[in-house]
């Protein structure tokens, strides 16, 4: 077995449920463009691509086509990429719209979004006890590997207890969403905070929203952290400049991660990392 001791998981999402050609006309939002750019993405050295959808109008979807258009794009090319897709792209669904994706596509990685909250001030982001209970026994028939997303400190209490109940299984994988309106703010401390809450022999990664985007991306990397990037999270490569493509990020972080002394996993790397066997 090779050393991963000094590999870091770089996970880029491209796509997401907010950013539209009017904020950026780079970002990719449709099957085809969507499954180009995460090519792309894999051959600058993305380990993993988490994966949003949208509906013909653009708007946020978990419409089912959309997600098997967009996987056998990817999986119909030498792309060997980690395949991440998200359970939580439009609110207010049938917990059965959520993860019918996951029984059919069986993705390596799905979200698990472990707690609800107010979303952006306006709605509710509903993750019922219900249905994280619906979601990680999906998971378990499908051997798809939970990322247990974490917007609050109290999800990771909620982890623990589905992992107790054995809804959840070990090693689990933490992914720190810093940033989002209605959870924990992007600042180092929170991170170093939420850190420190983890259970024993887990894994993790973190993200930070907008602003917050580099500074979490080094504080996670100092801590031993894995990163993700991508117009979900952040269009602007710098202030007041938009990022003309995902790959832009993947590079930059790349050359931050080899300046600090390690490597980004390959996706095979990230597999083995994340204990992910199919």
């Not at 419409?63 to 996987?71: G, L, R, S, Y």
């Not at 609050?152 to 209490?157: E, L, N, R, T």
């Not at 938009?242 to 930059?252: T, Y």
């Amino acid at each position: 077995m090779a050393n991963l001791d000094n590999k870091v998981i770089l996970t880029v999402a491209p796509t997401g449920a907010w950013p539209t050609k009017n904020e950026t006309p780079f970002v990719p939002l449709q099957p085809k463009e969507i499954a180009d750019e995460i090519y792309a993405c894999w051959k600058a050295g993305a380990s993993i691509a988490h994966i949003h959808v949208r509906d013909d109008e653009d708007k946020s979807s978990m419409n089912f086509d959309k997600f098997v258009e967009t996987v056998n794009l990817i999986r119909a090319t030498d792309c060997d990429i980690v395949i991440n897709l998200t359970t939580s792209g439009q609110l207010g669904l049938e917990d059965e719209a959520r993860y019918r994706h996951l029984i059919e596509l069986k993705p390596d990685i799905a979200s698990y979004d472990c707690g609800s909250m107010n979303w952006q001030h306006t709605s509710v982001f509903e993750n019922s006890p219900r249905f994280l209970e619906k979601l990680g026994n999906v998971m378990q028939e499908c051997n798809v590997k939970p990322e247990i997303e974490i917007f609050d400190a109290g999800m990771i209490s909620n982890a623990v207890y589905y992992l107790k109940k054995g809804i959840l299984k070990a090693p689990l994988h933490f992914q720190f969403v810093l940033g989002a309106a209605g959870g924990m703010d992007a600042t180092v401390e929170n991170l170093v905070f939420l850190k420190s809450l983890l259970p024993e022999n887990c894994t993790w990664g973190a993200l930070g929203i907008g602003k917050g985007h580099l500074p979490i991306m080094y504080t996670a990397l100092a801590l031993g952290g894995h990163v993700r990037v991508g117009m979900e999270d952040n269009i602007f490569y710098s202030k007041g400049v938009l990022a003309k493509s995902n790959v832009e990020f993947v590079e930059r972080t790349k050359r931050i991660v080899n300046e600090m002394g390690k490597e980004i996993a390959t996706p095979a790397e990230a597999r083995e990392i994340l204990n992910i066997q199919k």
